[in-house]
């Protein structure tokens, strides 16, 4: 029996051991893993001179996905809508429409066009970074292409899209930037960015990084590349130049290396750790790709003393503590409805929000709760509606992990405007000298607020412009009237049409 206690203990530990590290799953032995993309279900991965695989299982088994690739040494791997492209080695772009199963060989690139390294989409235009010639654009799916404006002289190692603009990063010419959809392009290495040959490029919100190969390993920019700054810290080694850029969130960051593996930044590229448990020998990642559930490395073979077979390794984001990252938080007021908005980029063991509501002098109170979605890469977005009367209002998001574990948003405020314009009663009344007159506006209005004696004569004005809908409060001092009884008149002209007039009795005792 202790026997057994002791193998069930052991295997316990291994299986623990098996899901908090990389794991092997490569279609074939030690080969060079340059492109992963998944379209759905289906993980595609190429490894160099076996072309294109597939896998509907999350990489536990791989089939073949060749018929028609011609050019065997796949470099790149891009998904748009149903269709899947691959880059080669000889410079074609090929094209499946059925998950690979099926390959042809699109229109014609230059003549002496080699390594399509990278290909994206952006504006119904596909795009085509190569090693030699620049970049090319194919605005009727890759029917045609033509070549661009782009400097050919440089290696074009990565393209992204960040917003609207697209930016190019190359071995000899640091990063170009197009603000008109490839036309032109500039490029944009000031304020940092000291080394020309960046391999690779990623970007998330307004966030842009480069990693480079040599000198400092990591820049950020968050201005579209006008200034740069270095995030190097916890980089090793006169190895590490980054090779590979994957973002996954306002914060969220990871790196592949040249002989130093994986990096992971939780603090936007401000220091970096190794997460490198289960590889074999010192990789090279080449490539990085980030699904819903799981984090994906693409290793070079390299022999000794570095002894790193190469091949496609796995890892979950589970393993790695990715936190819940909301990156947006709004709300929208209607009548006596308040809609909150929010959204997050990534989440980890997210049980769910509780929302959370206080008055102006109250405190917060538990107004609902709205499931999350446990553990997850892509953005999600969520919506709650709160009835409120009218008044100030504020409320913040308890977010609760699955372990007990709590965050608590930012705030923010909103205004619950009145059903109907009303002038409320001055207090205190009678009085002396002061008094307060209170009113509400059902909508934003311009505002005439004024005092009378009995004869009808005007005696103070208290305010007259423009004010938001809501509960206003006006001071009156009547320290240079006399003793007796005065009128006070609102009229309000709402933005909507609507006018409003009233007008009511105070006593002035002194």
Known sequence: ?????????????????????????????????????????????????????????????????????????????????????????????????????????????????????????????????????????????????????????????????????????????????????????????????????????????????????????????????????????????????VQSIAAIGMNNVFAGTFLGGVYQSTDNGTSWVTINTGFTGNPMVGSLFISSTDIFAGVSPMGAPYNSPGGLWRRPLTDLGLPVELTTFTANVSGHSVQLNWATATETNNKGFEIQKKSTNGQFINVGFVSGKGTTTRAQNYSFVDKSESGKYTYRLKQIDLNGVVDISKSIEVFVAPDNFELGNNYPNPFNPSTKISFNLSVDSKVSLKVYNLLGQEVASLFNGNLLAGTHVVNFNASNLSTGVYMYKLEAAGIDGQSFNSVKKMILNK
């Not at 998330?204 to 810290?233: E, Q």
């Open 1 to 241: 029996m202790k026997n057994l206690i002791s193998v069930l203990v052991v295997l316990m530990t291994l299986c623990f051991t098996a899901q908090a590290q990389w794991v092997d799953i490569s279609p074939v032995a030690a080969g060079t893993y340059n492109a992963i993309a998944v379209s759905g279900s289906n993980l595609f991965a190429s490894a160099m001179g076996s072309g294109v695989y597939l896998s509907m299982d999350n990489g536990t088994n791989w089939t073949k996905a060749n018929a028609g690739l011609t050019d065997t040494n796949v470099a790149s791997l891009f998904v748009s809508g149903s269709n899947l492209f691959a880059g080669a080695n000889g410079g074609g772009v090929f094209l499946s429409t059925n998950n690979g199963t099926s390959w042809t060989l699109t229109g014609a690139l230059g003549t002496n066009t080699s390594q399509v390294h990278n290909i994206t989409a952006f504006n119904s235009k596909l795009f085509a970074g190569t090693l030699s010639s620049g970049i090319y654009v194919s605005t009727n799916n890759g029917t045609s292409w033509t070549q661009t404006t782009f400097p050919t002289a440089n290696q074009v190692r990565a393209i992204i899209v960040s917003g609207t603009n697209l930016f190019a990063g190359t071995m000899n010419g640091g990063v170009y930037i197009s603000t008109n959809n490839g036309t032109n392009w500039t490029q944009v290495n000031s304020g940092g960015l000291l080394d020309s040959s960046v391999t690779s490029l990623s970007a998330y919100g307004t966030n842009l990084f480069a990693g480079v190969n040599g000198g400092n390993s990591v820049y950020l920019s968050t201005n579209n590349g006008t200034t740069w700054t270095v995030k190097n810290s916890g980089f090793a080694g006169w190895g590490v130049y």
